[in-house]
């Protein structure tokens, strides 16, 4: 079975500062893919990254980065000086089985950034 | 560029009436298509995914039923609402070629009364 946990449900940071949204996921596949997204107030999901099992890498874009960790299974998501625009619900999710199956998602973490 | 399109973008319906949400999807060929549902407050639950024209797997045994009559058209419908069908209704689309985000609409929300 698969899973994903994010156990942060809601994070409050004043903007310009960091923060780090948690994900740990779990799943006995060997090959596997992980994905973060960002669900502003509109509603719709914004694809922010994905990243391979194979690949476990450090990302960087812009003020984004990600750290993925097999041996603790976490897959973490940092913002580096925060902007209001930055606040959303961001969801991690879990791709794995080599097949058209749907994604496994978190349940989301709310991030406010307060101006 | 690919565009995904849902309608209708809310919608109210009493207990018991029909459902239907309609999913398109511009700029790609033969993709595989997906219905989420996001209940308040909770993450993304995987309704129905289709690899192609006819092609439905269900998730989730429940009183919605999904329908592909074209290649890039998706239908989620239900004969009979239950006050439990509220919440705001997502498509995706995703190639399907080892490429495995998915790319998704701006949604439905549904609100039964």
């Known amino acids: 079975a698969q899973k994903v946990t994010q156990a942060q449900t809601e994070i409050s940071v004043v903007e310009k500062e960091d923060v780090t949204l948690d994900c740990v996921y779990e799943?006995?596949?060997?090959?596997?893919?992980l994905f973060w997204y960002k669900q502003p107030p509109s509603g719709e999901l914004v694809f922010l990254i994905r990243r391979n099992s194979f690949d476990e890498q450090n990302e960087i874009s812009g003020r984004y980065s990600w750290n993925f960790q097999k041996s603790t299974s976490s897959f973490n998501f940092t913002i580096t000086a925060s902007q209001v625009v930055d606040s959303a619900v961001y969801f991690c999710?879990?791709?794995?089985?080599?097949?058209?199956?749907?994604?496994?998602f978190g349940k989301g973490t709310h991030l406010i950034i307060q101006p | 560029s690919q565009t995904i399109h849902q309608w209708p973008a809310t919608l109210v319906q009493p207990v018991g009436s029909p459902l239907s949400l309609e999913c398109t999807v511009e700029?790609?060929?033969?993709?595989?298509l997906y219905w989420y549902r996001q209940a308040a407050g909770r993450g993304l639950q995987l309704l129905f995914y289709?690899?192609?024209?006819?092609?439905i797997s269900s998730e989730v045994p429940q009183n919605l039923s999904a329908s592909r009559p074209q290649d890039r058209q998706f239908i989620l419908s239900s004969k009979k609402l239950l006050l439990s069908d509220s919440g705001f209704y997502l498509c995706?689309?995703?190639?399907?070629?080892?490429?495995?985000?998915?790319?998704f609409g701006p949604g439905t929300r549904l609100t039964v009364t």
């Open positions: 289709s690899v192609g024209i006819g092609q």
């Open positions: 995706a689309w995703s190639t399907g070629t080892g490429v495995y985000e998915q790319y």
């Open positions: 999710a879990l791709y794995s089985g080599g097949g058209a199956d749907g994604l496994t």
């Open positions: 799943t006995r596949d060997t090959t596997y893919y």
């Open positions: 700029g790609t060929s033969n993709p595989n």
